[in-house]
């Protein structure tokens, strides 16, 4: 078996992202928009979900912001946002944005195991599909984030369904078949030409994250598995109408640290 620790994980998925972050975009740029808050391929937005509550004047951290439309959106909103991502080439393409939209975000490039923040210094933190999926020590990346948020400060992730280890990445009918054990927790990795990983995901069961959050200190408030809309007919990857209407794709972590 390919190793895939915190180091390998690091620097195979910093090396993706810079690389694949053009052809990211094309595919996927019209739907996430530049200064618009997705939090999931169902579609889930925060304008409608609120997930985040109050931001107005809060000051906010954003985990693995891509290219920051998320951070952007807040920001339009009087939040007080800091982005950052471990991929250069994705912060590249938010300092594009930045300058299509006028609303810029201080972006810092970062580890999420290694937050280069003093503790205590945001009100809330989020992230939307960034960071937590990539890295080997997802407890260490918890710990993190709790550090920098002050008490009572409000943390909200959204990852894949853990369910959807068990099929493979296919939105057709192919994917609706179970190919593996839930319980399997051998991370996903690509390698490229010379056997060096190149790309790598990290599974945690729904307890598994339970029992992560709650060691970093964190209350667990609610747990949101968006339902597939009615007639939305979008795609992405593995997400698809067929796959939605029947299983979850996504989960939606919503903590907070006691006050």
Not at 186 to 199: F, K, L, N, R, T
Request: glycine residues 10%.
């Amino acid at each position: 078996m390919i190793g895939a620790d915190q180091a390998r994980s690091r620097a195979a998925n910093r090396r993706w992202w810079d690389a694949d972050a053009d052809d990211y975009h094309a595919e996927h740029g019209a739907f996430l928009g530049d200064a618009d808050f997705v939090w999931c391929p169902e579609n889930l937005r925060e304008a409608d979900a609120r997930l985040l509550g109050e931001v107005e004047g809060r000051r906010v951290l954003e985990v693995g912001c891509g290219s920051a439309p998320c951070a952007r959106w807040l920001r339009a909103r009087g939040a007080d946002v800091v982005a950052f991502d471990l991929s250069a080439g994705m912060l590249r393409h938010a300092r594009d944005a930045a300058d299509r939209t006028g609303v810029a975000v201080p972006l810092v490039q970062a580890d999420v195991c290694e937050l280069p923040f003093t503790d205590a210094a945001f009100d809330l933190a989020f992230s939307a599909f960034g960071a937590i999926p990539f890295v080997a020590d997802s407890a260490g990346a918890l710990r993190e984030v709790a550090r920098v948020l002050r008490p009572g400060g409000r943390w909200v992730f959204s990852v894949t369904h853990p369910m959807r280890w068990m099929f493979p990445d296919d939105p057709g009918p192919r994917g609706l078949t179970v190919i593996q054990s839930y319980f399997d927790r051998s991370p996903y990795v690509e390698v490229d030409q010379d056997g060096v990983p190149a790309y790598v995901e990290h599974h945690r069961t729904l307890g598994d994250r339970v029992r992560e959050l709650r060691a970093a200190g964190f209350v667990l408030d609610d747990v949101v598995e968006p339902e597939w809309p009615e007639g939305f007919e979008g795609r992405w990857g593995q997400w698809s109408p067929e796959r939605g209407e029947i299983f979850p794709g996504t989960a939606i972590f919503c903590c907070h640290l006691p006050g």
